[in-house]
């Protein structure tokens, strides 16, 4: 997830300086780096690491670009110290304090819930954020995919991250990430057919159609993205033919990028809207909410953790707040197990 979470803070795959000026000012989880002037101050943490309460406080943290040092213990609520200080108390007490202690970027709204009189339904936010993290996976995997072809099967010489290891190496990690979101994309494509799809097709049954057949042209170039991947995995480093192969995969990642952004715009703008348009009750809310994370599976357990990595912060707390609405205890507290540790 975001550094106030890691063990050990992995770099994302080096890039190119064309690629790192393209590259959007939002800053995800992954990319979160502390504020000059909170440099100098480290929060300690005290709380149980499976509490949606302490990984809330977290995020609200990492948000600020604060330091933390976060110590698992069985104290919930969780207990904040600075200094000679130490708070603990409600979410939203903590919060203020938060609020109060580091103004710089506010967590505004301040305390805003997903599940507030007159939000979205919460599955369309649900999905809403999960376009979010696919859509940061997948400039990721762009601007890391425009490095490696503009390097030659090269190493970089400077700045290398020893985890990434040589150019082979290097590959097949790159194989493994887009494994990951490939393998996330597909599961909230089955999420929408199985559980939103039914409900728009009893608002309109040719929006539900098209929806299904943009899936349909999606699914071969995600695929196809796979395939080019495993085969430059065979191809010797630097030759003309693994540079060939490596530029024409970036192109064809571009596409999948523009497609994904409009399909995502377009649900957003002309085919979620009828969900909302629907008026579903609370108790039913609830239930799709619960449909809809079943159908992530993997993406709520292994996945996890890349998951998170495509949001803000501030998203992640809205996450947070979705998965608690299930008041499943056993639900939550496995996937917040699969958020590694400082």
């Given at each position: 997830?975001?550094?106030?979470?890691?063990?050990?803070?992995?770099?994302?795959?080096p890039?190119s300086?064309?690629a790192?000026?393209?590259?959007?000012?939002?800053?995800?989880?992954a990319?979160?780096?502390?504020?000059?002037?909170?440099?100098?101050?480290?929060v300690?943490?005290?709380g149980?690491?499976?509490?949606?309460?302490?990984?809330?406080?977290?995020?609200?943290?990492?948000?600020?670009?604060?330091?933390v040092?976060?110590?698992?213990?069985i104290?919930?609520?969780?207990?904040?110290e600075i200094?000679?200080?130490?708070v603990?108390?409600?979410?939203?007490?903590?919060?203020?304090?938060?609020?109060?202690k580091f103004?710089?970027?506010?967590?505004?709204?301040?305390?805003?819930?997903?599940?507030e009189?007159?939000?979205?339904?919460?599955v369309?936010?649900?999905?809403?954020?999960?376009?979010?993290?696919?859509?940061?996976?997948?400039?990721?995997m762009?601007?890391?995919?425009?490095?490696l072809?503009?390097?030659?099967?090269?190493r970089?010489s400077?700045?290398?991250?020893?985890?990434?290891?040589?150019?082979?190496?290097?590959?097949?990690?790159?194989?493994?990430?887009?494994?990951q979101?490939?393998?996330?994309?597909?599961?909230?494509a089955q999420?929408?057919?199985?559980?939103?799809?039914?409900?728009?097709?009893?608002?309109?049954p040719?929006?539900?159609?098209?929806?299904?057949?943009?899936?349909?042209r999606?699914l071969?170039?995600m695929?196809?993205?796979?395939?080019?991947?495993k085969?430059i995995?065979v191809?010797?480093?630097?030759?003309?033919?693994y540079?060939?192969?490596f530029?024409?995969?970036s192109?064809?990642?571009?596409?999948?990028?523009e497609?994904?952004?409009?399909?995502?715009?377009e649900e957003e703008?002309q085919?979620l809207?009828?969900?909302?348009?629907?008026?579903?009750?609370?108790?039913?809310?609830?239930k799709?909410?619960?449909q809809?994370?079943?159908?992530?599976?993997?993406?709520?357990?292994?996945?996890?953790?890349?998951?998170?990595?495509?949001?803000?912060?501030?998203?992640a707390?809205?996450?947070?707040?979705?998965?608690?609405?299930?008041h499943d205890e056993?639900?939550?507290?496995?996937?917040?197990?699969?958020i590694?540790?400082?």
């Open positions: 997830m975001g550094n106030c979470l890691y063990k050990k803070k992995k770099s994302p795959p890039v300086a064309a790192a000026a393209a590259k959007p000012k939002k800053k995800s989880t990319e979160i780096v502390p504020h000059d002037h909170h440099s100098s101050t480290t300690r943490l005290y149980s690491p499976i509490s949606p309460h302490t990984a809330y406080i977290r995020f609200a943290l990492q948000h600020k670009g604060v330091p040092k976060f110590t698992p213990s104290s919930d609520p969780p207990l904040i200094g000679s200080e130490r603990s108390g409600t979410r939203e007490s903590l919060l203020q304090y938060i609020e109060a103004p710089h970027a506010p967590l505004v709204p301040l305390g805003k819930r997903v599940v009189e007159g939000a979205k339904p919460w369309v936010t649900l999905t809403a954020l999960q376009h979010h993290s696919m859509t940061w996976h997948v400039e990721r762009v601007r890391w995919s425009e490095d072809s503009a390097r030659g099967g090269k970089r400077v700045g290398i991250d020893p985890s990434v290891g040589t150019p082979r190496m290097e590959v097949k990690k790159f194989g493994r990430s887009y494994s979101l490939l393998e996330m994309m597909l599961e909230h999420m929408e057919e199985r559980v939103l799809f039914p409900i728009l097709n009893s608002a309109d040719g929006i539900c159609k098209a929806a299904n057949e943009e899936h349909a999606h071969p170039i695929n196809g993205i796979k395939e080019d991947i085969s995995g191809l010797d480093n630097g030759s003309p033919a540079q060939e192969a530029s024409n995969l192109k064809r990642l571009k596409s999948l990028l497609h994904c952004k409009e399909h995502f715009i703008i085919v809207p009828y969900i909302e348009a629907t008026e579903l009750s609370k108790p039913k809310q609830r799709v909410l619960e809809s994370l079943d159908a992530m599976q993997g993406t709520h357990s292994r996945l996890f953790n890349f998951f998170l990595e495509g949001l803000l912060p501030v998203d707390m809205q996450y947070l707040d979705l998965v608690a609405m299930c056993e639900r939550m507290s496995s996937m917040l197990q699969m590694e540790e400082l």
